[in-house]
């Protein structure tokens, strides 16, 4: 796959190992697929964990790993980003440097104000489920 203004990058690994790595920016309807919804399937209890591993791969499909004769090995699979990439934690890393390539939601390494009003919504939504659900588990039953 071409990658659209591709940018080196190097992100250390849990073990302290530099990982050189290239990344890209994301067509235009396959970031708005990405963003809408990597992030909400991320949500804890609320998320979807298969919709944001796809998520994950269609953004990974983006990425490449460059060896050191300088080749890039694009990550297009699942089987690729295991076998190139040696934690979650540093796949993590090159996630947020994706989406921080990718979008303009992160201003000066701070989140923008779009993850607070997602948070905001979350939360509002958590807590109606929460009450409403407390509000039934409460009910008096009365004996027949």
């Given at each position: 796959m071409d990658l659209i203004k591709p940018k080196d990058i190097e992100v250390e690994d849990i073990d302290g190992n530099i990982i050189n790595v290239r990344i890209s920016r994301l067509p235009?309807?396959?970031?708005?697929?990405?963003?809408?919804?990597?992030?909400p399937s991320a949500m804890p209890k609320v998320g979807d964990y298969k919709v944001?591993?796809?998520?994950m791969l269609k953004l990974m499909a983006h990425v490449a790993v460059v060896n050191k004769d300088g080749d890039a090995i694009s990550l297009s699979n699942k089987t690729l980003v295991d076998n190139h990439i040696p934690d979650w934690q540093t796949l993590a890393k090159i996630e947020v440097e994706m989406?921080?390539?990718?979008?303009?939601?992160?201003?000066?390494g701070k989140i923008s104000n779009f993850f607070e009003v997602i948070k905001?919504?979350?939360?509002?939504?958590i807590s109606k489920m929460l009450t409403d659900s407390l509000a039934q588990s409460s009910k008096e039953n009365k004996q027949p």
């Open positions: 235009a309807t396959i970031g708005r697929e990405i963003l809408v919804q990597y992030l944001n591993e796809d998520m989406l921080r390539y990718n979008t303009d939601f992160f201003d000066n905001t919504k979350a939360q509002a939504l």
